[in-house]
């Protein structure tokens, strides 16, 4: 069966730099969601997507920017990289026509800010 | 705002025997899921059992069940005939049944070991 895909796998940014993450949900699912995972601790809730609009916001800083394209694959904007941005960065999807609306995660992208 | 705690930051178990997880919650919520997630050294985050509030009946899934007390706001994890594979860390989360918030929200999990 098809999983979220993210894309990059890992990626390496100097302080200040800008990184883009993506993410390509389930086929059919409308819903995004972003975490993000710092070492050694639990995942924290970013920002949600539903059908290409933001559906919650969490602790996500100003210097992040997330949207939902028309064909649902939804990307995470990161500007003025700073060293506390390292982290593991999940993508999950979801479907609102499921009873459970189970999230899906993605295999991360590792991000590590130098 | 819910919360998730998970009192026991590393845990360890014998082959073969079992163990239990803890996770209580905070929540002034009548309706909502509870999960546990598993994340082994390749951190993908892999379901595996969820709770539905409104069901008294604890979820069972193979060798991992619950113990789910509503009115204590507890939710535990046992697993039975415990193997290798299961060494992971173990994150119990927290989400609302309806409206527009459904993100998780997780406990800071508890590092289990499983010891040949």
């Known amino acids: 069966a098809a999983g979220v895909i993210q894309s990059p796998r890992h990626l390496i940014k100097e302080k200040r730099e800008t990184a883009t993450l993506k993410c390509y949900p389930i086929?059919?699912?409308?819903?995004v969601y972003w975490y993000q995972q710092g070492p050694g601790q639990d995942p924290q809730f970013l920002i949600s997507f539903y059908e290409k609009m933001q559906s919650d916001k969490g602790s996500i800083p100003d210097r992040f920017s997330a949207q939902q394209f028309s064909d649902y694959h939804s990307e995470l904007n990161m500007s003025s990289l700073e060293l506390g941005d390292s982290a593991l960065y999940f993508c999950?999807?979801?479907?609102?026509?499921?009873?459970?609306?189970?999230?899906?995660f993605g295999p991360g992208t590792r991000l590590t800010v130098l | 705002a819910q919360t998730v705690t998970q009192s026991q930051p590393e845990m360890s178990v014998q082959e073969a025997e079992t163990v239990t997880l803890s996770c209580t919650y905070d929540t002034s919520e009548s309706d909502y899921y509870l999960f546990w997630y598993k994340q082994p050294p390749s951190r993908q985050m892999i379901l595996v059992i969820r709770?539905?509030?409104?069901?008294?009946q604890n979820a069972t899934e193979n060798r991992f069940s619950v113990n789910f007390q509503k009115a204590a706001k507890s939710f535990s994890l046992k697993i039975s005939d415990s193997q290798l594979g299961d060494a992971a860390m173990y994150f119990c989360a927290y989400r609302s049944l309806g409206g527009s918030n459904y993100k998780l929200t997780f406990g800071k999990g508890t590092l289990l070991t499983v010891n040949p």
């Open positions: 086929p059919r699912h409308d819903t």
């Open positions: 999950a999807s979801s479907s609102m026509r499921w009873a459970y609306n189970e999230q899906f």
């Open positions: 709770q539905e509030a409104y069901k008294q």
